[in-house]
């Protein structure tokens, strides 16, 4: 039983913050909400446990399905980052707020970029496009676009406050309509430009800038038992976000990069790395 420890305890965690949610905002929805969301993180973790290959890509569709599909266009809320700003500069700890705060504020803390790897429905599509392993070195002076989209989205928001423009909600849902077509037809691109699935990710993702300082500091990340490590390079090669597995630091290159796909772990060909 201690092997499945893992899965019935990211169950509970989410089992609880959704009771806690349902009683605090005497909602239901968030019951449901986040026991799925924790029931489908647990069942992907059992399958990998049983060596399920594409056990990752099953979560992936279940949550980030569920939160473009079912929360996003058919309960039309904007779950990117303009929504978060919309709630938050309009009071209410709701929806895409409660969100953020969990997956991409706080919940790092606990499990650092989980969320690129295991929700993202962005993410969800590209990789399934061809270059799971990055064919040309990162491309770090891209990087400051993260950044000016993430004060692009804040003044775009903010702006509509300031000069009280009318029919807020609709914009915000044609921006939510919008923003995830140019997301896909640009992280598509770029995945074929650079041979890299997460290039988006890497460069592009205005998220990543909530994301990486707490990370930094996450419970959950991969180590290596150095006397079991030969330095073959082999975890870096298929590693999707450039990360150096090897080496234990938290301040090892790319290390806010690490979206817990553990390709590094079933690759090691002396099973130095675990979480």
């Known amino acids: 039983m ?6 019935i305890g990211m169950f509970c965690l989410f089992e609880a913050i959704a009771v806690t ?5 005497d909602n239901l929805f968030y019951l449901f909400n986040f026991t799925y969301i924790g029931g489908s993180l647990a069942l992907g973790m059992l399958l990998y446990i049983r060596r399920w290959k594409y056990a990752r890509h099953v979560v992936q569709f279940l949550v980030g399905g569920y939160m473009l599909v079912y929360l996003g266009v058919i309960c039309r809320e904007n779950m990117q980052i303009e929504g978060f ?6 009071g209410v700890f709701e929806a895409a707020v409660i969100h953020y705060a969990v997956a991409k504020i706080f919940g790092p803390l606990l499990f650092g970029r989980g969320w690129c790897g295991y929700a993202c429905w962005t993410a969800m599509v590209l990789d399934l496009l061809p270059y799971k392993e990055p064919q040309q070195p990162g491309k770090k002076r891209l990087g400051w676009i993260r950044y000016a989209l993430f004060a692009g989205s804040l003044l775009f928001v903010g702006s509509l406050f300031v000069f009280d423009v009318a029919g807020k909600e609709q914009i915000l849902w044609i921006s939510f309509l919008a923003g995830n077509a140019l997301y896909y037809a640009v992280g598509i691109a770029l995945a074929f430009a650079f041979r890299d699935n997460r290039a988006f990710c890497k460069y592009i993702c205005p998220v990543t800038v909530f994301l990486k300082p707490t990370s930094y ?3 959950l990340r991969v180590k290596c038992d150095e006397e079991k490590c030969v330095s073959c390079g082999k975890c870096r090669k298929v590693c999707p976000m450039n990360v150096n597995p090897s080496a234990n630091s938290r301040k090892r290159e790319n290390a806010t990069e ?3 796909c553990l390709r590094c772990v079933e690759e090691c060909p002396k099973k130095a790395l675990k979480l």
């Open 2 to 7: 201690r092997k499945y420890a893992g899965p």
């Open 21 to 25: 949610l349902w009683l605090a905002k």
């Open 85 to 90: 700003w919309y709630y938050l500069f309009s």
């Open 217 to 219: 500091f996450s419970l």
């Open 258 to 260: 690490c979206i817990l």
